[in-house]
């Protein structure tokens, strides 16, 4: 889930710096052929399930920022950016229904399916625009 760009974060550096573009789609693609279990190029909701179950070390079917922070050995302050983003009601959890809107969000075409390329393509512009350069210009709203 989005949790595989932090963890691409967490192995560069201590600092919310992001790579550069090229490093970054890089990261990300490694990412997400971990994600994606059975190399079919689409992230199926059993592959987002997986990577769910993994961080939500107490399983009680919620992912706290703690839980999200200690899987992946983040700088706090970078998960919380990305919680603010999804965490709408601010308690510091992700319920698991929270899966579904988030298969929504990356399924730019709507139909129905997550291809790797779209996984890409939002975990890339959602990265730039929470840390980016400021050159893309449209950081006040990063939930798109
Ligand atoms: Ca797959
Ligand atoms: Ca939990
Ligand atoms: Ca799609």
Redesign the pocket.
């Known amino acids: 889930m989005f949790v595989y760009i932090l963890l691409t974060f967490a192995c560069v550096h201590a600092q919310i710096t992001l790579p550069s573009h090229h490093q970054l789609v890089e990261l990300v693609d490694q990412g997400i052929k971990l994600?994606?279990?059975?190399?079919?190029?689409?992230?199926?909701m059993?592959?987002m399930e997986r990577g769910w179950q993994y961080e939500d070390l107490n399983n009680d079917t919620m992912v706290s920022i703690d839980e999200y922070i200690k899987t992946f050995h983040l700088d706090p302050a970078v998960a919380q950016k990305y919680f603010d983003v999804y965490d709408t009601d601010k308690d510091g959890l992700l319920p698991h229904n929270f899966l579904f809107q988030f298969m929504h969000l990356v399924d730019k075409n709507h139909d129905g399916q997550v291809t790797?390329t779209e996984y890409l393509h939002y975990s890339i512009s959602l990265a730039e625009c929470l840390f980016g350069h400021g050159t893309h210009g449209h950081s006040a709203n990063c939930d798109h």
Not at 35 to 44: E, P, R, S, V
Request: aromatic content about 0%; glycine content about 8%.
């Open positions: 994600l994606d279990a059975n190399h079919d190029g689409i992230i199926q059993s592959e790797d």
